[in-house]
């Protein structure tokens, strides 16, 4: 008799669509696990934390929150934020709490174009389209350093600072990160994202840091972007891109185009990774809490479902993943898509959908 595997996975599906599309995931994974012939199982643990607990008990998750998360093995999270809660302590409270209290410096975005999915790129087709944003997680923009004042001199008087940090050390985990990815994928090739010509200090930074990095990679092909000129490449020659490198800010704003563009933002999946291992990896769609399609039934699963992927790759079930990223891709080539994809198909028939294509 063979031993059952069985994963601690802690699910936060926090707000709005985060519930509809972590019990979306959920389901897909517990079939996964029920087919598996007892190969392995999932124990979830599901926290309320998120805006309502935050109505309650005046904080998004408990203060010893991380602590209790720590014995996870991953973290499955739906997104965070709702019109009763000011947006940057929803997230300060819960995702960004989670992310650099975990060290979760890399998180990894694909731009995947599925078959189905009319993608509003003249140029887009699954079979030669596919490229990932790596963002830096854990300082830059985000780093949270900064202050108001000054509120005492009066209406329109205050001042505010907020400072992008920096290190040489966090620059050159993620370009390296990047680059380890890229010898994996078929076409070899990095392209790093900066302003460096606006932002002397930190990004020029990073553009030095790349530089020496790339001198460790001479098989992979490397490219240095402005985010201006990045953003446009999206659109126009995004045949060229394989692995997008790029800050906090900066990656936060590519990946949600990237995924316009591959058809809607819920379709992105994406990792918030720990590499070393030392705490647990978060797994969440791109998108937020969609208030303004939450509770309706209609939300994407897909992006959901794709970050599980993610997450059964992570506790090395690989083969597992593949079958549930083929699955996807049956289920949309099938024309089974929600409305914000063209379709008519509710989250629960697409969940359903994929289930049966497993
Ligand atoms: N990771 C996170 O938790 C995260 C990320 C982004 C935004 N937010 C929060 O989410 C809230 C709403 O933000 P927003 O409106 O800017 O971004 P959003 O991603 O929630 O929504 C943007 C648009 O995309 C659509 N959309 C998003 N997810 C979808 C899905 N699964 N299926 C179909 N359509 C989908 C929405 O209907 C909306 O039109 C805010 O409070 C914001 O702070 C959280």
Not at 276 to 289: A, I, K, L, N, Q
Request: aromatic share 8%.
């Amino acid at each position: 008799m063979t031993s059952q595997r069985r994963f601690r996975i802690a699910a936060i599906p926090a707000d709005g669509v985060g519930a509809e599309v972590v019990a979306a995931g959920r389901t897909v994974l517990d079939a996964l696990a029920a087919a598996s012939g007892g190969a392995f199982a999932f124990d979830w643990t599901e926290f309320p934390w998120g805006s309502d607990y935050y109505a309650e008990h005046g904080v998004m998750m408990p203060d010893d929150g991380l602590a209790t998360l720590q014995d996870f093995e991953a973290i499955y999270f739906g997104a965070v934020g709702w019109p009763t809660v000011p947006d940057h302590i929803s997230l300060w409270g819960l995702r960004l709490r989670i992310c650099q209290g975990f060290d979760q410096w890399a998180n990894v975005r694909p731009v995947h174009f599925l078959p189905g999915v009319v993608s509003p790129l003249r140029k887009a087709d699954d079979t030669e389209l596919d490229w990932v944003v790596v963002r830096e997680n854990s300082e830059g923009e985000y780093a949270g350093l900064g202050g108001r004042n000054l509120s005492a001199r009066g209406a329109g008087g205050e001042v505010a600072v907020q400072s992008a940090l920096f290190t040489e050390v966090g620059c050159e985990r993620i370009i390296r990160f990047a680059f380890e990815l890229a010898r994996t994928r078929a076409r070899k090739k990095v392209s790093s994202v900066t302003k460096s010509n606006a932002q002397q200090y930190g990004m020029v930074l990073w553009d030095d840091t790349f530089r020496r990095v790339a001198s460790d990679y001479p098989d992979v092909e490397t490219e240095s972007v402005l985010v201006d000129a990045m953003s446009a490449k999206f659109v126009l020659h995004p045949e060229d891109l394989s692995v997008v490198v790029a800050s906090n800010l900066n990656a936060d704003i590519l990946s949600d185009l990237g995924s316009a563009l591959a058809g809607s933002l819920g379709l992105a999946a994406s990792a918030n990774l720990n590499p070393e291992r030392r705490y647990p990896s978060m797994f969440e769609p791109v998108h937020g809490s969609a208030p303004d399609i939450a509770g309706r039934g209609v939300c994407n699963p897909i992006g959901a479902v794709g970050s599980a992927a993610f997450m059964l790759d992570h506790l090395g079930l690989h083969d597992e993943a593949a079958r549930l990223g083929k699955a996807i891709e049956a289920t949309t080539g099938a024309g089974v898509m929600t409305p914000d994809v063209g379709g008519t198909a509710t989250t629960a028939d697409v969940t359903q959908a994929i289930i049966d294509h497993l």
